[in-house]
C-alpha cells in the first residue's frame, strides 16, 4: 500500500494530490462517498465544502478569508493596522531618500465588485478591515499614495463581469481598468506614461476551463456547470507603438518555502529608454496586471514574495528602480504585520 507523503514546505502545492494517492489507497472507498455527499449537496443548493459559497447564477465565491472580510469577521485589529501603517511610512520615507517613488495599491474580492450575486443570507459589515485600515493610513500614513481599485472597477462594472465565476481572481477586463488606474495615478509624477491605454490593447474572449474555487467543489469532473467561464485573450493594437519582452532573470532567490519559485520574479524590458523603471511587489492578483503595464516601462520587475509584501530592499538597491508598486489582495494586508510580527522573533 502507498506509504504516508512526505511533508516538503517548499513543495505544499504537491502534497495534496500524494495524499489523496495515499488516502484512497488505504480506503478504497472514499470517491463514492465523496461523490455521494457532492451530490447531495448540490441537489440542496448547498456547498459541499466550506471553503467555497455558492451564489446566484452559477458564481462561485471563496469562503475563506474573502467571507470573513466582507462579513467583518477578519482577525485584524486597529492596533495591527497602525503597525503595518507605519511601517509603510517607513518604506516611503526610506524610497524618497533613495530618489525612489513608493506607491501602494489594493485589489479588491469579487464580493466587493459582485455582491448581487451573493446568497441573500449574506450581507457586508458596516465596515470591512480594508475601509478601517484605509482610515488609518490616511491619519498615520497620509504621505503614502494608497489607492482601493473597488471603485475603479464599480465604475467600470456595468452588466459585464469583472471576476471569474469559478475563481476568487479577477478576470483580464478587470485587470486593464486596474492597471489604466495604476498607470493614471502614476502619470501626476512621470508624464510620459498614459492615462488611458484601451486603444492599445484588444480582448478576445474565449472558454476559460475551470478556476481554483471549481476545483475546491469539484471531485471527478462531476460539477460541470461551474467548469467554462469567460476569459479575455490580450492582443496589442497598432496603437501601442511598443512591446515588452520578457527579459533574463535575474536569479534573485525565492522566499523560503514559497510553493512556487519559477512565479517569484518576472521581468520585462522595452526600448522606452526615456521611461522609467519599476518594481511592484504583488502577489496572483498582479499576474494579468502585467501584459498592460509592461509595454509602458523601460523596465518592469514583478517579485511575488509568497505573500509577504515585504521591504525587499536588497532588490530594491540592486535594480534601482524609478518606481516601486507594493500591490496587495484586500485580505491580505495583514500579512504585512505577521511578516513584521515573524521577524521580530
Known sequence: MASFPSLNP??????????????????????????????????NQQSP?????????????????????FEGKLEFTVEQMAIVADELARRFDTLQKMGIRYYVFLAPTSYEIHPEYLPPYMQRAPETATDIFCRVMRDRAPEVPLTYLKSTLLKHKG????????DNHWNMLAAQYSA??????????????????CQDFYLSPYVYDGGNLYSWISIRGNSPKYRADQEYSVLYTDTLGFT????????????????????????????????????????????????????????????????QYGANYDIIRQVNPDIVVLMIYEPHIRNIYKTLEFSCK
Not at 22 to 32: A, M, T, V, W
Not at 180 to 197: G, Q, R, V
Not at 284 to 305: A, K, R
Open 244 to 307: 515588452s519582452i520578457e527579459d533574463t532573470k535575474q536569479d534573485f532567490t525565492p522566499t523560503e518555502g514559497f510553493a512556487y519559485p519559477d512565479a517569484y520574479e518576472k521581468q520585462f524590458r522595452t526600448n522606452r529608454t526615456d521611461h522609467p523603471k519599476i518594481l511592484f511587489i504583488r502577489d496572483s492578483y498582479c499576474n494579468n496586471i502585467i501584459p498592460f503595464v509592461s509595454p509602458y516601462f523601460h523596465e518592469s520587475l514583478f517579485i511575488f514574495d509568497a505573500w
Open 10 to 43: 517548499a513543495r505544499l502545492d504537491k502534497f495534496p494530490a500524494q495524499f489523496d494517492y495515499y488516502f484512497n489507497d488505504h480506503f478504497p472507498f472514499r470517491d463514492r462517498f465523496l461523490d455521494a455527499y457532492f451530490l447531495y449537496a448540490m441537489f
Open 180 to 197: 489604466e488606474k495604476i498607470l493614471n495615478t502614476l502619470s501626476k509624477n512621470y508624464p510620459m506614461l498614459p492615462t488611458t491605454i
Open 159 to 166: 452588466d459585464t463581469l469583472l471576476y471569474r465565476k469559478n
Open 49 to 69: 465544502t466550506q471553503s467555497v459559497v455558492i451564489g446566484k447564477e452559477d458564481f462561485l465565491f471563496s469562503g475563506k478569508e474573502e467571507k470573513e472580510l
